[in-house]
């Protein structure tokens, strides 16, 4: 018996391979999915939410915003898809703040699992309900009035560019959920973009209409270039400047905040 | 064999609190060792070095001959821990929980199926398995973050008060369960306000005090260290309380004290019958009553309190009546 305990003890750990660390993040992933599922309200938030903006903006506040040459709901309707995913990445800071104070990430801590896999797989199921909430949007876009002309090849890219968009966002929400890990807090600094980055965009109204001295800021802040992309890759028109501009931000915050967001979690603790 | 734990001049500060001051001991393989120690003794932060979740300010941590920073890996895939707090995810079902950890334990699917099931058994949960743990009470919650440790079958489990807010059977229940994990030959580290459960499990006791080892050895070597046994009064009348201990004073090797809800004096004493006869002689001599008189073998609780002046905090209720006469 001592020798089978002895043997136990000596042998080393398998390797972490980058099998096993996708299997890790599978595994998390599933979980969060599944928390998901059985939390409908929160789901339902995230729908509700940029649909009630949507309905705002197109039939009480749009009828007083006129852009030559624009359907105000063709110029609306795809800032409103961003807006989706966008906030939709406070669920990301919210859920990692509880699983702090829960205490799960000690016990993930505690486990040979691969670091990043809690990361990961929190992000990648994000990244399926910010998908499950576009779609509803968009069919709600629709029918209100806005319509894709461009070809489907540029409409699906520009889908696509929405939910990279979202990922790499998630991953700065999840540095702020494991930065103030007080789920309170999380809720509220989640608001922080849609203050800072949405509004002085062009999301609602063009950029020339702001003050001066707002105008340099908002006219190249990420989701200005994005929404403007994207309504190039829906509705016609040059989209290359704006379209390289958006995937480099995307690709730049996904890579500063997946570094900051791991090296959080190395020494995240309740 | 050697040590399966070996702890060599650990400390971590938070702050201006020292929650560990320079703590060295070692945990032999197969056998229990209880760290007992009141509220804020620093239980829960060696438990956390030791799992690798907090890095110590100074001083090594071994678990298996790995140490705890430079093979930090190599020593998760090797503990168990249950935490002081249930870790279990409230949404997902017992079942869930087990099968999530034991992928992350990088077991096959098949194997972590079959652990799952077998622990929800084990810990009787099987009929529950299935229900979202929001539904489970406390004591089944601590039960399936026991069970979510073991999924690993590790050879070194960490339990941080383990028992704390269980019912006296679920508690017993434990105990047996841990026995014959013991006996199945994996090492055991818990921590523990209860004297009784030291006294019942472990094969080595740890006295922690504000973040210092201020005993450490078998039950009965700590029992020793007070040197023999306690003699028990108990007046008839609580006027009598102080007269008595004052009238046996003399006969004891330690500070006497008193427990007003009881009626009772504790004395510290070397020899056995002749003080017993001698001190109820005088006790009679002088007109006092008496409900019970005896000699009793020192409990853990009275050996905690000649070291370190306090009782343990589980029994603070008790410690706040109780004063210490010289
Ligand atoms: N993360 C932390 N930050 C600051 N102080 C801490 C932290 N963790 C523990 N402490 C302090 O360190 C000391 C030891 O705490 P610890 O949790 O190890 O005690 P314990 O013996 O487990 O107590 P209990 O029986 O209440 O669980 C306490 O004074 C506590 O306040
Ligand atoms: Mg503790």
Redesign the pocket.
């Known amino acids: 018996m001592t020798n089978v305990t002895i043997k136990n003890l000596r042998s080393a750990s398998a390797p972490l391979t980058p099998k096993l660390a996708l299997r890790d993040a599978e595994g998390i992933a599933k979980r969060n999915l599944l928390r998901i599922l059985r939390t409908p309200r929160q789901v339902f938030g995230s729908i509700i939410q940029p649909c009630l903006i949507l309905l705002v903006f197109r039939y009480m506040v749009g009828g007083a915003i006129h852009i030559p040459g624009v359907d105000y709901v063709n110029y609306l309707v795809p800032a409103i898809f961003l807006e989706a995913v966008l906030m939709g990445g406070a669920n990301t800071s919210l859920a990692l703040a509880q699983d702090l104070q829960m205490g799960m990430i000690e016990r993930f801590r505690s486990l040979p699992m691969a670091r990043s896999a809690v990361l990961i797989g929190r992000t990648f199921a994000d990244a399926c309900r910010n998908v499950l909430a576009l779609m509803f949007v968009i069919a709600l876009g629709i029918l209100v009035g806005f319509r894709f002309h461009n070809s489907l090849g540029a409409c699906l890219a520009g889908i696509a560019l929405i939910i990279l968009f979202g990922y790499a966002f998630s991953w700065f929400y999840a540095t702020i959920g494991l930065a103030v890990k007080d789920p309170q807090t999380a809720q509220t600094f989640s608001l922080l973009p849609m203050f800072i980055l949405f509004f002085p965009s062009s999301a609602l109204v063009p950029i020339p209409t702001m003050p001066g001295w707002l105008q340099p800021f908002a006219a190249h802040q990420p989701v200005t270039v994005t929404i403007d992309a994207l309504r190039a890759l829906f509705d016609g028109g040059p989209v290359f400047n704006n379209l390289w501009q958006a995937i480099s931000w995307c690709v730049g915050i996904f890579l500063v905040f997946l570094v900051v967001s791991l090296n959080l979690y190395r020494k995240a ?1 309740a | 064999m050697t040590a399966a734990i070996e702890v060599d001049e650990v400390s971590k500060r ?2 201006a ?1 020292v ?1 560990l001051d320079a703590v060295s001991f070692t945990v032999d393989v197969g056998t229990v060792l209880a760290l007992l ?9 060696l438990v956390r070095v030791l799992t690798t979740l907090l890095v110590p300010d100074s001083g090594h941590a071994r678990v298996g001959g790995f140490d705890v920073q430079k093979d930090a890996r190599t020593i998760r895939s090797m503990i168990g821990l249950a935490g ?1 707090y249930a870790t279990v995810d409230e949404l997902l079902t017992g079942r869930e929980n087990l099968e999530l950890v034991g992928l992350l334990y990088h077991l096959d699917k098949e194997l972590y199926r079959t652990r799952a099931q077998e622990a929800l058994e084990r810990m009787s949960l099987a009929s529950a398995g299935d229900q979202q743990v929001k539904t489970y009470s406390g004591g089944m919650r601590r039960r399936l973050d026991l069970a979510a440790s073991l999924i690993g079958q590790p050879p070194v489990l960490l339990l941080d ?1 383990p028992t704390t807010g269980l019912d006296p059977r679920t508690r017993n229940d434990l105990w047996g369960f841990i026995e014959e994990l013991v006996a199945e030959g994996t090492t055991v580290l818990l ?1 523990t ?1 209860y004297m009784e459960e030291a006294e019942h499990l472990a094969n080595s006791i740890v006295v922690l005090d504000s973040g210092r080892v201020v005993a450490k050895g078998t039950a009965d070597e700590l029992k020793d260290r007070l040197g023999g046994n306690v003699l028990e009064v108990r007046v008839n009348k609580r006027a009598d309380l102080d007269r008595a201990a004052s009238l046996i004073a003399n006969f004891g090797n330690g500070p006497s004290r008193t427990n007003p809800d009881l009626n009772q004096v504790l004395l510290p004493i070397r020899d056995g019958a002749s003080v017993l006869i001698a001190a109820g002689r005088a006790l009679q001599d002088h007109g006092v009553a008496l409900d019970d008189l005896g000699i009793r073998r020192p409990s853990l609780d009275d050996v905690f309190l000649a070291i370190t002046g306090h009782t343990t905090d589980t029994h603070a209720v008790e410690a706040g009546n109780t004063e210490i006469s010289r």
Do not use: L, R
């Open positions: 603790t | 938070f702050g609190t929650a120690g009141p509220n804020g003794a620093g239980k829960t932060t002081q008060e921590t306000q």
